[in-house]
């Protein structure tokens, strides 16, 4: 992002009418806020740039996960990807670091722990019983056939309502993780979380939607 | 009898105050302000929503690894600016079997103003007389109008939105310009008319021009996670640091008050304290005492009150102590509506809270239940954070994974709308508290045991709620994931306590024979010890009742120093 972007981008977030009163503090605070959100997005340019003008990347030291053993961090990864892939709009939920946020959350909650293995145990045990081994080595069709089993409750077999459960919490664990980070927040067109100096309601735009909408 | 020495201190302050929410914060102001020198004693920790280091406002979600999911005392997620919680480590309290209570205390300056969502109503002229009206529970010793003028002031020093209605038992006030609607509130409004049910703009202590010296608000809508603009009500930033520009207030944090003293005379003399940060116990002497723990935290101080003047503990020669609590009855009840898939993206943070809400509007003669309840909404296009669209299966795909998962996301954002009831519970007396015989905190201060039953006027006017909450997202064209509720599972009632209302316990009276203060929240046996918290309410009314304690305690804080200045106190 150059200079003169920089600048329309603060200047954006901090339009203030003349006469409003907002404490100054309050400015400097969302000036650093904005400041800070311009910074990092001038990173993202550079990273999706092609190799040849930038000096090659260096691999980030991989992310050792802390509750995961290796063999679930894989399954963790893998699943993740499948509930949410990276499409034409954003990346996927590796690419939001889905997985290390549940690393995370799991180190915060004991319950949450014990939930997660045994779910992954649960995936492991379909797949095998279905094709005789774990879920990282089986094809994309039959891990598909293990998802389509349980990804809809309503269809879905009492045998395999454990898994159903599972992946029910598995899918809002995740959706938490995506929507909530950068990556996630921009894709949905989130707009807000700044100072606004008058509340105008809601847009004309939005209200003749509205209206057409809810005739 | 306290264990341990206490420490008595030289100092004997004009007021000892007990508590620093809504109703200490508006004591210890308006009591600094005539002059007085008073000490509030607060059991939690120092707290200042103008300071980064507490304020998590405009806090993105990926900020926080953990994208604003609860903690052990951040029930309400991580960036709540309220440090408590329904379970606070070594402070028990305990349950009569079959008894389900969910008591919620704050620990921290502000104490639950820092946990609300700004809802402030007045009570309406019936609210003060509904035995005289229905015959059921008791009128209260003042009206609406001995009250009237405490309200208006607490609109003026405090601040409040709102629209001027004309509504007889939902007064109006001194209202700043409430924000217009969100998009979904025009679509709740519409509907809510077409049914006939009084929908308005909400009334919520959040400023919307500059008052006192605070901004206008700012419209990130996170009023809960402590704003740094002081632009809502929270009583320690907008009564109590502003207080202590005296030079009169004198404040202790992390100070658990074990007991009020009284001397030979049976009158208070102070209060005992444990100094949380060394264990010590400590004493402060006060020529007056104002109890604001909260309505349970100070009925619990009173009945540990015990000495040979007061053998049922302090204000309790009637035996109310601990009786006629209630809390306001809740149920919510979320849908779908078609029509706002695909929401065109914009700004719709707006307040910390709904911009509409619904007053009572029928009448109840024409029911099965006495007493009336208002109804708060929901939805909206807010920051995503921990929790996001959670149940993605209720949505008509019935779940999936994938390019198409993802899709369902974006396209039902904004599409959920919730209507939460609020409604009044009649007092019986099956509903109360009372220190339990063995178990103590780690204080060693015993702790209150409840008990509690909700009645068929509480299960029929729950039932109402969730059957118009149902009707009203029909007329809207949606979908309502849950099945209604059955009577076996009481129609969805929340557990007593967990609506965060709990009133009454220490009530205000006509008589001495059956209250435990007079029409100035003194207490009958002891006339240098006053409440100023949701204990003296009578009646729970359809109403939060945050506007009413700061008003009954702006009251009674003027009965005080009106005492004073007479030589009386």
Known sequence: MNEMNRREAMQHLLAIPAGMAIAPDLLDRAAAHAAEAVEQHAHEPQQAQGAAAQPAPQPRPAYRPKQFTTDEWRLVRLLADYVIPRDARSGSATDAGVPEFMDFMLGENAGMRTWMKNGLGWMNAECRRRFGTGFVSCTDAQRREVLDAIAYPKKAAPEVQAGVQFFNSFRNLTASGFWSSRIGAADLGYIGNRPVAQWEGTPKAVMAWLERNTK | ?569
């Open chain 2, 1 to 569: 009898m306290p264990q341990g020495t206490p420490r008595a201190q030289s100092t004997v302050y004009d007021v000892a105050i007990v508590g620093s929410g809504a109703g200490g914060g508006m004591a210890a102001h308006q009591l600094t302000k005539a002059g007085a020198r008073v000490v509030l004693l607060e059991a939690g920790g120092y707290w200042d929503n103008s300071s980064a280091q507490y304020s998590a406002m405009l806090k993105n979600p990926w900020d926080s690894p953990r994208r604003g999911a609860s903690t052990p005392d951040r029930p309400f997620g991580e960036w709540d600016a309220c440090i408590g919680g329904w379970q606070i480590p070594g402070e028990p309290y305990t349950k009569a079997e079959g008894t389900k209570f969910d008591w919620w205390r704050g620990r921290m300056l502000g104490g639950r103003t820092n946990h609300w969502g700004r809802i402030s109503l007045r009570f309406g002229p019936d609210d003060f007389r509904r035995k005289t009206l229905d015959g059921l529970g008791d009128d209260w010793p003042i009206t609406y109008d001995d009250i009237k003028p405490y309200y208006d002031e607490v609109d003026r020093l405090v601040g409040i939105f709102g629209s001027n209605e004309g509504l007889r038992n939902d007064p109006d006030g001194i209202f700043h310009a409430p924000p217009a609607p969100r998009y979904y509130e025009h679509l709740i409004k519409r509907t809510a008319d077409r049914m006939d049910i009084t929908c308005i703009p909400a009334r919520l202590s959040i400023i919307t021009k500059p008052l006192n010296g605070r901004s206008p608000c700012h419209y990130c809508g996170q009023c809960n996670r402590g704003c740094m603009t002081n632009s809502n009500f929270s009583s320690g930033n907008v009564l109590i640091l502003p207080a202590m520009k005296t030079g009169r207030l004198t404040l202790l944090t992390d100070a658990m008050v074990r007991e009020v003293t009284t001397g030979p005379d049976g009158r208070a003399t102070g209060v005992a304290y444990i100094d949380k940060r060394t264990g010590e116990d400590k004493l402060v002497r006060a020529r007056i005492v104002v109890l604001a723990a909260s309505a349970l935290e100070s009925a619990r101080i009173l009945m540990n009150s015990k000495s040979s003047r007061h053998p049922q503990g302090l204000a309790n020669s009637s035996g109310v102590l601990g009786k006629y609590i209630t809390d306001t009855t809740g149920t919510d009840v979320a849908g779908f509506i078609p029509s706002l898939v695909d929401v065109p993206r914009h700004n719709a943070d707006g307040v910390g809270g709904g911009h509409i809400y619904m007053p009572w509007w029928l009448d109840n003669r024409k029911l099965d239940f006495p007493r009336g309840y208002h109804i708060e909404v929901w939805g909206g296009l807010g920051q995503p954070s921990y929790g996001f669209m959670g149940g993605i299966q209720n949505y008509p795909e019935g779940g999936g994974y994938g390019a198409g998962l993802k899709q369902q996301y974006r396209k039902y954002w904004g599409a959920t709308v919730g209507f939460s009831g609020r409604g009044e519970m009649i007092p019986n007396d099956k509903s109360f508290a009372e220190l339990d015989p063995e178990v103590k905190d780690r204080f060693g201060i015993p702790v209150l045991k409840f008990h509690w039953e909700w009645r068929d006027s509480e299960y029929n006017q729950v039932k109402h709620m969730q059957e118009t909450f149902r009707a009203l997202i029909a007329e809207m064209g949606g979908e309502v994931w849950s099945p209604m509720p059955t009577k076996e599972q009481g129609y969805g009632i929340a557990n007593g306590g967990a609506i965060i209302h709990e009133l009454g316990g220490i009530r205000m009276g006509a008589s001495e024979r059956d209250s435990a203060l007079n029409a100035n929240c003194q207490a009958w046996d002891c006339d240098n010890l006053f409440v100023a918290d949701g204990g003296p309410f009578v009646s729970q009314a359809d109403k939060n009742p945050t506007w009413t304690i700061l008003a009954l305690s702006m009251r009674t804080s003027a009965y005080i120093t009106q005492q004073r200045k007479a030589g009386a106190l």
